[in-house]
């Protein structure tokens, strides 16, 4: 059965910190990866991966992924207080319509 | 600005009412899906849809059904409601082809009394 797996499942830092949220998935016929931020609302989309170590970057935020160990990564440096959100890994493979999503990590950013 | 827009916020109902959430998207996307999103599981796929009147169950149908009789129209009805159907539901659409990602609704968070 497919799935995706995040850790931590929660995490608190304070601002200027640094952090690496994970994403490890077991999807058949992996299409891609994406990467959402969820504050209060809807989720909105930060990042899309197809492609094994290609850093994919927007402002503070990068997110990598390792096709070989099935993993994918998102940094967040000098981290704000407006960064604390639900931030949600999906995978899509090829013979599916819908995506996978993980359980999500809920950041929290402390001033 | 492109959007998909869920009928209701918040929503209070009680034990064995018929419930009915809607989700209207202006961007043409072929694809509509429902999720539930509850702390620790993350989203849950109840039903998607890929054409108009076509539907396919998600991991989690069982309690639920759909309706989506235009393109940009997609609803989850809840036939009988029951507490364990309280829960945050997303609405998401998105074009046919692969690798688009999804547009999200803003939520329904259902209470069921």
């Known amino acids: 059965e497919d799935k995706v797996v995040q850790s931590p499942l929660s995490l608190v830092v304070h601002e200027g910190d640094t952090v690496t949220l994970n994403c490890s998935y077991e999807v058949t016929n992996f299409r891609s990866l994406l990467w959402y931020k969820q504050e209060k609302k809807a989720p909105t989309f930060l990042f899309m991966l197809t492609s094994s170590g290609i850093e994919k970057k927007s402002g503070r935020l990068s997110s990598i992924l390792d096709k070989k160990e099935l993993f994918s990564i998102l940094n967040i440096t000098a981290t704000q207080t407006g960064d604390s959100a639900v931030y949600l890994c999906?995978?899509?493979?090829?013979?599916?319509?819908?995506?996978?999503f993980g359980a999500g990590t809920r950041l929290t950013v402390k001033p | 600005d492109v959007k998909v827009t869920q009928s209701s916020r918040y929503l209070v109902k009680r034990t064995g009412e018929k419930v009915f959430l809607e989700c209207v998207q202006d961007?043409?996307?072929?694809?509509m899906f429902w999720y539930r999103q509850d702390p620790g599981l993350g989203l849950r796929l109840i039903y998607f849809s890929y054409d108009v009147k076509m539907k396919e169950k998600g991991d989690i149908p069982e309690g639920y059904s759909v309706s989506r009789e235009k393109k940009e129209r997609f609803s989850l009805i809840l036939e009988s409601a029951s507490t364990n159907q309280t829960s945050m539901y997303l609405c998401?659409?998105?074009?046919?082809?692969?690798?688009?990602?999804?547009?999200f609704g803003s939520g329904t968070r259902l209470t069921v009394v």
């Open positions: 998401a659409s998105s074009f046919q082809g692969r690798g688009y990602g999804y547009t």
């Open positions: 999906a995978v899509e493979a090829y013979n599916n319509n819908d995506m996978r």
């Open positions: 961007m043409d996307h072929e694809n």
